[in-house]
């Protein structure tokens, strides 16, 4: 379950960090609004990594999408597309 503080608890920070493990994100708040979180650094680089799988899956989706319109075209014209070959 996360831990909803207001951020001047970072005044101890020691004990703030001690609320933060791999199931628990310590979020901070000002004025009543949620501004911070603090997550494991194993977290963040998953969402980071769910991220960029999410962006390849739209590109490559847009790709297919747009071969279909104006056609595929073969290895060849890929490299050279590429700047493999010339």
Same mark, same amino acid.
């Given at each position: 379950?996360?831990?909803?503080?207001? #951020?001047?608890? &970072?005044?101890?920070?020691? /004990?703030?960090?001690?609320? @933060?493990? *791999?199931?628990? %994100? @310590?979020?901070?708040? %000002? *004025?009543?609004?949620? @501004?911070?979180? #603090?997550?494991? #650094?194993? /977290? @963040?680089? +998953?969402?980071?990594? &769910?991220?960029?799988?999410?962006?390849?899956?739209?590109?490559?989706?847009?790709? +297919? /999408? %747009?071969?279909?319109? +104006?056609?595929?075209? *073969?290895?060849? /014209?890929?490299?050279?597309?590429?700047?493999? #070959?010339?």
């Amino acid at each position: 379950m996360p831990s909803i503080l207001p #951020i001047s608890d &970072l005044r101890n920070y020691t /004990e703030v960090l001690k609320k @933060v493990d *791999n199931s628990c %994100r @310590v979020y901070l708040t %000002r *004025n009543g609004r949620g @501004v911070y979180a #603090i997550m494991p #650094i194993a /977290e @963040v680089d +998953e969402y980071d990594k &769910l991220k960029a799988e999410k962006a390849l899956a739209q590109d490559l989706k847009s790709a +297919e /999408e %747009r071969a279909q319109k +104006e056609g595929w075209i *073969n290895a060849d /014209e890929f490299d050279k597309e590429m700047g493999i #070959i010339e």
